[in-house]
């Protein structure tokens, strides 16, 4: 699975928008772009998944450059309840090979009033 | 719809003995993953399990292993403990592997001290 460098903290006022960025310059065409989350002291929560076209749901939006080397997560108006633990995660979507996550050291991103 | 439960939250072993850590995942998923989550190494991929079969396994040493059953709920154990098992260990379930939206349902993880 490609590796991934996000910064290591970020900060963010209640309300704005939270742009994280990520870059995976060595993934490979079938690889897709996953990001996860983790609040202090709970497992991860999935949050969204792209291969190259831009997604949006319920809780952000994920822009991926187009030649794949980056991302973005974007959460709208961000709450203090968002502050967490950011992972970006590439890896295979082939079915049958396996739910193994490589994670990364993510970006610890915390809102403030 | 019960997220994935993850039995005992919280232990306290010595070294030299062993631990045992259930999961039971969400109703349908067949499933399921462990990761060691620590201050040092942060999250790293134990194993995976489906339809009772070990279909993946990170690179850990042999003192830790795992079990899937019918109902696909899931136990792992670790021999012979050692200080640096002291870790959270969290239980990850999905209908299936590597399907390709890639989403795990995580537990809030067992917390293992090895005094």
């Known amino acids: 699975d490609a590796k991934t460098t996000q910064p290591t903290s970020m900060d963010c006022a209640e309300g704005r928008a939270a742009n994280l960025p990520c870059n995976h310059s060595?993934?490979?065409?079938?690889?897709?772009v996953y990001w996860y989350r983790q609040i202090h002291s709970q497992g991860p929560q999935y949050i969204i998944h792209?291969?190259?076209n831009n997604e949006t749901n319920e809780m952000a939006s994920l822009i991926i450059t187009e030649d794949r080397k980056s991302s973005t997560l974007i959460l709208p108006h961000a709450t203090l309840r968002d502050t967490a633990v950011y992972y970006c995660?590439?890896?295979?979507?082939?079915?049958?090979?396996?739910?193994?996550?490589?994670f990364g050291t993510g970006t610890q991103l915390k809102v403030e009033l | 719809k019960a997220g994935v439960t993850q039995t005992p939250r919280y232990l306290i072993k010595t070294r030299g003995q062993q631990v045992t850590l259930s999961c039971s995942p969400i109703?349908?998923?067949?499933?399921v993953s462990w990761y060691q989550q620590t201050p040092g190494q942060g999250l790293q991929f134990l194993f995976e399990?489906?339809?009772?079969?070990?279909?993946n396994k990170g690179n850990f040493p042999g003192r830790f292993s795992g079990r899937q059953f019918s109902n696909s709920r899931s136990e792992m154990n670790v021999s012979t403990l050692e200080l640096g098992d002291s870790a959270l260990y969290l239980c990850?379930?999905?209908?299936?592997?590597?399907?390709?939206?890639?989403?795990?349902?995580f537990g809030e993880g067992s917390r293992l001290t090895v005094l």
């Open positions: 990850a379930s999905s209908l299936a592997p590597a399907t390709n939206t890639g989403e795990l349902f």
């Open positions: 109703s349908g998923h067949r499933s």
């Open positions: 995660i590439v890896r295979v979507g082939i079915t049958g090979g396996g739910n193994k996550l490589t």
């Open positions: 399990y489906f339809s009772e079969t070990q279909r």
């Open positions: 792209g291969l190259k």
């Open positions: 060595t993934i490979s065409g079938n690889e897709y």
